[in-house]
């Protein structure tokens, strides 16, 4: 083996072992419990890092949804029942919260900054080992994922995918960059016949940020709701010329009673800003979903039948 190939070897086993002293002590195997008849079951296992010292954990929604906690179990033996303080299904995270204990908490970064073929290092407890490492590259960025809750969908946009080998118990465990930095939460894994080896996390972003602090603070995330499903088209030119715009959303279906049909909007009308924002893709407009919109009427441009027109909605808050 040539010399400069032993000194990238070396330079990767350098990156990866730092990583791995860095994040291990900040993440977390959970062992989640469900009430079952009346008694507490072990009804399955997963990771979450640590975001505070004082005990808040973030997780995937999809590990600890419908528990009544658990145990969470650290890389120095420690072991901390945990409680689940919110999930947001829509996003696929939750925040738990251990009683007592002084958490190493990860430093978060920013997944908006990766670029495909970039070092990612995983670190979670697949099949219940915890603090397992395991290292690749971002194979791909822009993906998405849909995520439901009892009453709507949503894209989980910008989801990251990785060959960094991932298996069962890996969801809520982090996904860092060479410096450490927890760039995403491992959430699903891609099995045979859908592409061997890999694996998707949600992205550490200023999206995913406000939903863990929301979290954090009330225990849920607050989103405003028009009733509205579509799709992302190109303007038709005339309407392109008027609104400056080259995209918008296609209305392909609208909830009966909702804002949007309270609205007049129709199926075919195509969405193309909302309180003055482009609505180029799905993702920008549920991005403007928040909860300061609700109850309260907000400007609409669309498009119908090639001519730009305006209306006002007034979103009601998406229930849980």
């Given at each position: 083996?040539?010399?400069?190939?032993?000194?990238?070897?070396?330079?990767?086993?350098?990156?990866?072992?730092?990583?791995?002293?860095?994040?291990?002590?900040?993440?977390?195997?959970?062992?989640?419990?469900?009430?079952?008849?009346?008694?507490?079951?072990?009804?399955?296992?997963?990771?979450?890092?640590?975001?505070?010292?004082?005990?808040?954990?973030?997780?995937?929604?999809?590990?600890?949804?419908?528990?009544?906690?658990?145990t969470?179990?650290?890389?120095?033996?420690?072991?901390?029942?945990?409680?689940?303080?919110?999930?947001?299904?829509?996003?696929d995270?939750?925040?738990?919260?251990?009683?007592?204990?002084?958490?190493?908490?990860?430093?978060?970064?920013?997944?908006?900054?990766?670029?495909?073929?970039?070092?990612?290092?995983?670190?979670?407890?697949?099949?219940?080992?915890a603090?397992?490492?395991?290292?690749?590259?971002?194979?791909?960025?822009?993906?998405?994922?849909?995520?439901?809750?009892r009453?709507?969908?949503r894209?989980?946009?910008?989801?990251?995918q990785?060959?960094?080998?991932?298996?069962?118990?890996?969801?809520?465990?982090?996904?860092?960059?060479?410096?450490a930095?927890?760039?995403?939460?491992?959430?699903?894994?891609?099995g045979?016949?859908?592409?061997?080896?890999?694996?998707?996390?949600?992205?550490?972003?200023?999206?995913?940020?406000?939903?863990?602090?929301?979290?954090?603070?009330?225990?849920?995330?607050?989103?405003?709701?028009?009733?509205?499903?579509?799709?992302?088209?190109?303007?038709?030119?005339?309407?392109?010329?008027?609104s400056?715009?080259?995209?918008?959303?296609?209305?392909?279906?609208?909830?009966?009673?909702?804002?949007?049909?309270?609205?007049?909007?129709?199926?075919?009308?195509?969405?193309?800003?909302?309180?003055?924002?482009?609505?180029?893709?799905?993702?920008?407009?549920?991005?403007?979903?928040?909860?300061?919109?609700?109850?309260?009427?907000?400007?609409v441009?669309?498009?119908?039948?090639?001519?730009?027109?305006?209306?006002?909605?007034?979103?009601?808050?998406?229930?849980?």
């Amino acid at each position: 083996m040539a010399s400069t190939d032993v000194a990238a070897l070396d330079a990767y086993s350098q990156v990866v072992t730092t990583v791995a002293k860095t994040l291990t002590a900040s993440v977390a195997s959970l062992e989640v419990r469900r009430q079952v008849r009346g008694h507490l079951r072990r009804a399955g296992a997963g990771s979450a890092v640590a975001l505070t010292p004082d005990g808040f954990l973030a997780t995937s929604a999809h590990v600890v949804q419908d528990s009544a906690g658990g145990t969470a179990g650290f890389a120095n033996g420690v072991e901390l029942s945990f409680e689940v303080v919110g999930t947001d299904v829509l996003s696929d995270l939750a925040v738990v919260r251990v009683s007592g204990g002084d958490l190493t908490p990860a430093t978060l970064g920013d997944a908006d900054q990766l670029q495909v073929g970039q070092l990612v290092v995983a670190v979670g407890s697949p099949l219940g080992y915890a603090g397992s490492v395991s290292a690749g590259v971002v194979s791909a960025l822009g993906r998405s994922l849909t995520a439901h809750n009892r009453r709507a969908s949503r894209l989980i946009e910008n989801v990251i995918q990785t060959d960094a080998a991932l298996h069962p118990g890996n969801s809520g465990g982090a996904l860092a960059d060479s410096s450490a930095r927890v760039v995403g939460v491992n959430t699903a894994l891609i099995g045979p016949g859908l592409g061997q080896g890999l694996g998707m996390a949600v992205p550490i972003n200023a999206t995913t940020r406000q939903i863990l602090a929301a979290l954090m603070r009330h225990g849920r995330v607050r989103r405003a709701y028009l009733g509205i499903a579509g799709g992302s088209r190109p303007l038709p030119p005339r309407a392109a010329q008027a609104s400056a715009r080259e995209r918008g959303i296609e209305i392909l279906s609208i909830v009966e009673g909702s804002p949007a049909a309270a609205a007049g909007l129709r199926p075919e009308d195509i969405v193309v800003t909302i309180d003055g924002v482009a609505t180029e893709r799905v993702g920008a407009l549920q991005a403007l979903m928040t909860d300061q919109r609700i109850g309260r009427p907000v400007p609409v441009e669309y498009v119908r039948g090639g001519h730009l027109s305006r209306t006002d909605i007034v979103p009601v808050e998406l229930p849980d």
